[in-house]
């Protein structure tokens, strides 16, 4: 796996927004928080010209700037202005290359698991962060330390609350994951993941709890929960009831879906459609320890992270 060198000063980032538009507001204040930590910031040339309700850009738009800046030796992180929806439908024609020739960031969560997963397909690392859409958010303040401190100082380790749902254990493998709907869509298509042996994470936002359930089957289905190190569960955001109640808390309908499996599973991951959503490395290795005090997910190569 290919680990990106670490930012400094006077570095080049760019900006792309690949999936939902976003407001020249967010990307503007985002710029300026991203010179505070002294790289020069490059916007995508398109990144405002959408006239779709949606989209930030035809799918060329958004397709042209995400490769101009994968194809610049010069760009060391690429951080995706926000998620949504649309980066799976410019993904198959991107030439990816560019992050081995000359190793490079991807930034990003929600939408851009898409993009996560790929590049694992390639053997090159990424960050699962927060993007330029929350940066002006006060609620946002350590998840965008976070991120500044695995860039440029390297520290990724993440604590976590134990919780009574806990499977304790200890487990070391690669991490990969990222949103639950765009891992189950993947399945099928040249970024569907390879699990085995991985400590898997997932999050999700705004679904049914049948569709939750439904999500997780097709994954356990498929041959995705069997062979895992670990299963750490993020921010599970707004998951609600259909008209006739599931019957079942989110935890429950988890660890009924990896029942027949004895790995660790943790709840409460800072990682997701809420704050705290601290950055890690997909692609990275990492150690996960889960006891009755504690809960935390080491990655090799990284410094701890020191409180945020």
Not at 115 to 130: C, D, M, N, P, Y
Request: aromatic share 8%.
């Amino acid at each position: 796996m290919i680990i990106p060198s670490l930012l400094k000063t006077g570095d080049k980032v760019g900006i792309v927004a690949t999936s939902r538009k976003i407001d020249a507001a967010d990307v503007e204040f985002a710029a300026k928080v991203l010179e505070s930590w002294g790289l020069q910031v490059i916007i995508g040339r398109n990144i405002f010209s959408s006239r779709h309700s949606y989209l930030a850009g035809a799918d060329e738009e958004r397709r042209a700037d995400l490769q101009e800046m994968i194809d610049d030796a010069a760009i060391r992180a690429i951080i995706c202005a926000r998620g949504g929806y649309g980066s799976t439908r410019i993904i198959d024609s991107i030439d990816f290359s560019g992050f081995s020739k000359h190793p490079k960031w991807l930034v990003g969560f929600s939408d851009i698991t898409a993009l996560h997963l790929r590049l694992k397909k390639e053997q090159v690392a990424s960050i699962h962060g927060t993007m330029p859409v929350l940066f002006s958010r006060p609620d946002s303040a350590s998840s965008v330390e976070s991120l500044r401190r695995l860039l440029l100082e390297g520290e990724c380790s993440i604590d976590a609350i134990p919780s009574p749902f806990n499977r304790m254990g200890t487990a070391s493998g690669m991490v990969t994951g990222g949103n639950l709907s765009l891992i189950v869509d993947s399945i099928g298509t040249s970024g569907e993941p390879d699990t085995k042996n991985c400590i898997l994470v997932l999050e999700e936002i705004d679904e049914y709890f049948y569709k939750l359930d439904r999500m997780l089957t097709q994954l356990r289905r498929a041959g995705k929960l069997q062979d895992l190190r670990a299963l750490v569960v993020g921010h599970m955001t707004d998951i609600k009831e259909a008209s006739l109640g599931f019957g079942e808390r989110v935890e429950e309908v988890i660890l009924n879906a990896v029942k027949d499996y004895s790995y660790p599973v943790v709840f409460g991951f800072p990682s997701g459609h809420e704050n705290p959503n601290y950055a890690w490395v997909h692609g990275g290795k990492a150690e996960l320890i889960a006891d009755a005090k504690k809960v935390s997910l080491l990655f090799e190569g990284f410094k701890k992270r020191s409180t945020v």
